[in-house]
C-alpha cells in the first residue's frame, strides 16, 4: 500500500507564503502523475496543481501565477509553493498520485490513485 504524507500546512497571513510538501513511501519514479488538491467543507475536491512524469505542468486558474509545483524523484517528494495566499486559498491540501501497475506476464496494466491525509492551510489576518 502506497503512503503519501503532507506537510507544510499551517496558519499565514493573507499575502504570506507555504510550502506544502508530500513523501511517498515507495519510490515516485513510477507515479505517471502527481498533484495537489483541495477541499473546503461543503464543496468538491477541486484541482491545484499537477505535474506528470515527463514534466508537465497545470494550473488551476485561480492560482496561476501564485503556486508552484514541483518534484524531487530522489528524495521521493512533491512540493507546493505557494506565495500571496488569499483568503479563498483555505481548505485542506491532498496529495494524490496516478500509477499503472503491471498486473500479468502479458504486461497488462491496471491505474491506481493514491491520497495522502491532508494538511490544512488556513490564510487569515
Known amino acids: 500500500q502506497v503512503r503519501l504524507v503532507e506537510s507544510g500546512g499551517g496558519l499565514v497571513q493573507p499575502g504570506g507564503s507555504l510550502r506544502l510538501s508530500c513523501t511517498a513511501s515507495?519510490?515516485?519514479?513510477?507515479?505517471?502523475?502527481m498533484g495537489w488538491y483541495r477541499q473546503v467543507p461543503g464543496e468538491e475536491r477541486g484541482l491545484v496543481a499537477t505535474t506528470t512524469s515527463g514534466g508537465t505542468t497545470t494550473y488551476a486558474d485561480s492560482v496561476k501565477g501564485r503556486f508552484t509545483i514541483s518534484r524531487d524523484n530522489a528524495k521521493n517528494a512533491l512540493y507546493l509553493q505557494m506565495y500571496n495566499l488569499k483568503h479563498e486559498d483555505t481548505a485542506v491540501y491532498y496529495c494524490?498520485?496516478?500509477?499503472?501497475?503491471?498486473?500479468?506476464?502479458?504486461?497488462?496494466?491496471?491505474?491506481?490513485?493514491?491520497w495522502g491525509q491532508g494538511t490544512q492551510v488556513t490564510v487569515s489576518s
Open positions: 494524490n498520485a496516478l500509477e499503472d501497475v503491471v498486473v500479468n506476464v502479458e504486461g497488462a496494466t491496471v491505474r491506481r490513485e493514491h
Open positions: 515507495k519510490s515516485i519514479f513510477t507515479f505517471n502523475r
